[in-house]
């Protein structure tokens, strides 16, 4: 039996910082198997996280430095930990940061030169896992069900509640997934406006009342009738949704109470169109940790489906230990991307492996 020793890599939409994971993957009896050994974030400071933002707006000359050095930073998180911890690490799989994502123009883009990363660190990085499934005609995302599927296959539904909102589940014996919508971009853009990060369990918002008329609205958003596979973003964010929340004159509280019950109506539709049966729904992401919106959530779903919270670990880190176990089915030649999720031509075996100089 092979232990891989993998330093999993991950930052999400949010742009609240850089996850860190330290894996043990291995397969017994065709299963395979995880423990994370020991995580780590690195929040981005202010000068960063504008960076990161802004990346979307540059030249391509100003975003490739910007990649190099990226990727640099990324190598030295990534040694300063293993350092620090004195870890033994196989390789570093990384997922970088997503600055382009227009799968219909066949293209999506990743921040975080591996060359960089892995020389900075020196250690073997694998990266890059979506364009290769774009080249194949997919979406390029979400590609953490393949994760669920492996390790937290016993759910009827995993939910991650990140920037946005994405579900997986099996349908018809195939792994589907999409995104479902908004999650903390709108909640966090909303408390942006009073210099606070993020509302903390959701204590503004749950002190809101509804806004009949940006709910109606919210909920009307054409993507919502997509049917999926389907893929959105930052990118969907500010042409589509920041007009209605920038339109509405309303308070703080408000806007964040409304913005919570229209993202719990549409998990909810989703969900129940997805259930026959008494149903579990596990939930992971930043959103997990935002006590008014899983009690929302609850109450839209009803007694039928349960919400259920994993340890604080697996809720901040998932992401991370998936592009892990991603990078060993790519040191393994398996396929990590699906296409039954994607829409892919066919599933693959994608990330493309640097070596330290
Ligand atoms: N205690 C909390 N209460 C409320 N919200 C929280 C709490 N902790 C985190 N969050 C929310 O979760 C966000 C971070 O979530 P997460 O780290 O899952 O996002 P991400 O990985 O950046 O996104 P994505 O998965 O879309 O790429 C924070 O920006 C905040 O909005
Ligand atoms: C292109 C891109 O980076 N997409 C992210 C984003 O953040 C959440 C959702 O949109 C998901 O599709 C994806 O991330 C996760 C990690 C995924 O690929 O499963």
Known sequence: MKMHKVLGLMSGTSLDGLDLAYCNIWESNNKWHFSIADTHSVSYDAAMRSK???????????LFVLNNSYGTWLGEQAKAFINQKKMEVDF??????TVHH???KGLTYQMGSGQHLAN?????TICDFRTNDVALGGQGAPLVPIGDRIFFGDYDFCLNLGGISNISFEHNGKRVAYDIGLANMVLNYITQKIDLAYDKDGALAKTGSLNIDLLHRLNALDYYKLPFPKSTGYEWFMEKVVPLVEGTEDSIENLLHTCIHHICEQLAIQVKEHTYKKSTLWVTGGGALNGFLIQTLQEKLGADVQVIKPPPTL???KEALVFALMGVLRMERKTNVLCSVTGAKRDSSSGVKFLPH
């Open 102 to 104: 227009r799968p219909e």
């Open 52 to 62: 990161l933002k802004n990346a979307i707006t540059l030249p391509a000359e100003e």
């Open 120 to 124: 900075a660190s020196g250690h073997t």
């Open 92 to 97: 570093i799989s990384s997922h970088g940061h």
């Open 315 to 317: 809720i901040e880190f």
